[in-house]
């Protein structure tokens, strides 16, 4: 494929043009695959030109807290997040950090398991119009929007907590996990049942032949030679629970606090850029903060992504070896 | 198997009785079997009940009158025509700039990208592209939009946001499509003397079109539903639009700030009090059920597209 596409690229524009053309073809043709040529190329670059400008305009508003001005020291180990402070504004991410995490953690928790499981299930279990069902309602819940997620919990969810737990408020991180577990299980369940497909049918037959039962199967032999694929997704769903930002912020309660229990009101980092960007000063101190928290997020994300990327391309380069 | 000591009468008996260890074996199957299909059911019934919940309680507020009038009262009242329009513009303009963009990406990618480190790289950003936070989008909007590009907080900024957070749906959607046009049919069209370029517009675009088309009625239902992108970038509380007349079809111009049914419903359900429960739930129930129609219209699409294929 390779060498019939170079070859190509050498006919381009040459005498491969019908002779009997009218002499305009001739000189639009190839004029017209010219222009189709750069036109695509700059369209196809565009991804990585706008996550260098994601980066560069995010940098650009957070450069003046956060090459000077910021107490660095504070801003990683201080759990206090007091912007609007009029004595002394503390800008401290710790408490946010650990916020995002024990709400991520908490939703992986409960969308690791239950995802991987239905993955199997769709994947191993289940055929023809079961399995078409079902991969369509995992795609439909993919594509509740992220607000009717945080309505959902704040209306439904948050009362039924009150009642059966007897917690003083129902949006807390109890909450705010179960509802990012919802909210990141697709994914898990797309991309592990992809990585489960991948895996050769001889392998299935070579087992089963064996005389292993399914689940010996499932156990035994899928587990470990889907294994990369199987992290990636999980990979891929932490990605996920850690950007979510409405529903978090509408499930969580927003108080800035490190977390004891599984009741406690918390804040993401997500959740604090979305809640007080709208309140501050345009080139403040407090301003400029929110976009140094939001480099920290694009940070986060874009090595759990980059690992699961590698993870993935690191099994393709296996089969092929 | 072979190994498990059976009596001489019993394998006269049958044979092909299943030996302890197989029945164990068969019994585990079972069980896994079960343990798997429950957790698929846990994923399943919160959609379910979900759906039935929003309605039920919605049920009330729905109908004619309340999709068309227009929120009254600070919004305590009235109906969800303006953010509903304002999602309508917003959708669209997002479309017009992230679909020609995101399809010709997707066309560089499958049929002009050679398998180089630099093709990986791309591949790199379009994946990071769709794993950045919405809210970081946001503030990529807020820095490059609005305030770099002075657009201003509008409908314009709010769109070009949504673009960018939305394009790696129709660039990895696209490329599928085109991947699955058999190699052949360009060969055979490259036979004829055309270029590369003649090819993908004759050939590999009619041929991969409804799938494109697929990918992108998913990024109208993504860009539909998503609140943290336009946020800060153009979307607001409240716009006074018309009640009456052509004008209530078009409030807002490319640099107006504009309202947006997933913003409506975060502001009614968290700034706002005085709501009542059934205003709160109809909106949701519309901005779900717009999403949903528009993805199965997707997935609809889709179907026909295999049974109708005919390579």
Not at chain 2, 26 to 54: D, H, N, S
Not at chain 2, 122 to 133: Q, R, S
Not at chain 2, 271 to 279: A, F, I, K, L, P
């Amino acid at each position: 494929m390779e060498d019939s596409r170079r070859e190509r690229d050498g006919a381009e524009g040459g005498a491969g043009q019908a002779d009997s053309a009218p002499w305009l073809c001739r000189f639009l043709g190839p004029a017209e695959s010219m222009v189709a040529g750069v036109v695509v190329r700059l369209c196809g670059y565009s991804a990585i030109l706008f996550v260098f400008a994601i980066l560069f305009f995010v940098l650009r508003e957070a450069a003046p807290m956060l090459f000077g001005g910021m107490d660095l020291v504070e801003f990683i180990s201080s759990p206090d997040w007091r912007p609007s402070s009029e004595v002394r504004p503390q800008y401290g991410i710790l408490a946010l950090l650990v916020g995002t995490l024990s709400v991520t953690g908490l939703a992986m928790a409960l969308a690791v398991p239950l995802g991987l499981g239905a993955a199997v299930y769709i994947s191993e279990f289940c055929t023809g119009k079961v399995k078409e069902t079902l991969k369509i309602v995992i795609e439909l819940l993919a594509a509740i929007p992220s607000v009717v997620w945080g309505f959902i919990s704040y209306m439904v969810l948050a009362p039924l907590i009150v009642d059966l737990t007897g917690a003083p408020v129902g949006v807390n991180l109890l909450n705010g996990g179960a509802v990012l577990a919802l909210m990141s299980v697709p994914i898990i369940v797309s991309v592990g049942e992809d990585a489960l497909k991948a895996v050769p049918d001889s392998y299935r037959e070579a087992a089963l032949s064996l005389g292993a039962s399914r689940w010996e199967v499932v156990y035994r032999v899928l587990f470990p030679a889907a294994k990369n694929g199987l992290l990636a997704a999980v990979l891929l769903g932490v990605g996920r629970a850690i950007g979510e930002t409405m529903a978090v912020l509408m499930a969580t309660g927003h108080a800035v606090q490190i977390p004891r229990g599984l009741l406690d009101p918390i804040c993401t980092l997500t959740a604090t850029i979305a809640a007080e960007l709208g309140e501050t000063v345009y080139g403040g101190p407090h301003y400029r903060m929110l976009f140094v928290i939001g480099l920290v997020l694009f940070t986060i994300t874009f090595f759990v992504n980059l690992i699961a990327d590698i993870v993935v391309k690191g099994i393709r380069n296996g089969q092929r070896a | 198997m072979a190994s498990e000591p059976e009596t001489p009468a019993a394998a006269a008996a049958n044979q092909f009785a299943a030996t302890p260890l197989e029945q164990w074996k068969i019994v585990k199957e079972t069980i896994a079997k079960t343990v798997f299909l429950a957790m698929t059911l846990v994923l399943v019934a919160p959609l379910v009940g979900i759906l039935a919940i929003l309605l039920v309680k919605a049920w009330p507020a729905l109908s004619l009158a309340f999709v068309l009038e227009n929120p009254k009262h600070y919004m305590t009242q009235g109906g969800i025509w303006a953010p509903l329009v304002g999602t309508f513009f917003l959708v669209l303009g997002s479309l017009l700039a992230a679909a020609p963009v995101g399809v010709l990406a997707g066309v560089y990618l499958n049929e002009y990208a050679r398998d180089n480190w630099f093709t990986r790289i791309i591949n790199l950003a379009v994946v990071n592209l769709a794993g950045v936070p919405s809210i970081v989008h946001a503030l990529f909007g807020v820095g490059a939009f609005v305030l770099a590009a002075n657009m201003g907080r509008s409908l314009m900024a709010a769109c070009c946001t949504l673009a960018v957070m939305t394009l790696p749906v129709i660039i990895t959607s696209t490329r599928e499509a085109l991947a699955s046009v058999p190699m052949s049919f360009r060969e055979a069209c490259w036979n004829l003397g055309a270029t590369r370029w003649q090819t993908i517009r004759t050939i590999v675009l009619p041929n991969s079109i409804s799938g494109i088309l697929t990918g992108v009625i998913l990024q109208v239902s993504r860009a539909a539903g998503e609140t943290a992108p336009i946020l800060f970038t153009g979307a607001v509380f409240f716009v006074p639009v018309a009640d009456h007349g052509w004008e209530s079809f078009f409030p807002y111009g490319p640099g107006d700030r504009c309202m947006a049914l997933s913003m409506h419903l975060f502001t009614l359900v968290t700034q706002v009090s005085g709501v009542s429960d059934e205003t709160q739930y109809g909106t949701a129930v519309v901005l779900i059920g717009l999403v949903l129609v528009v993805n199965s219209l997707s997935i609809g699409l889709r179907g026909y597209l295999r049974s109708q294929k005919r390579w």
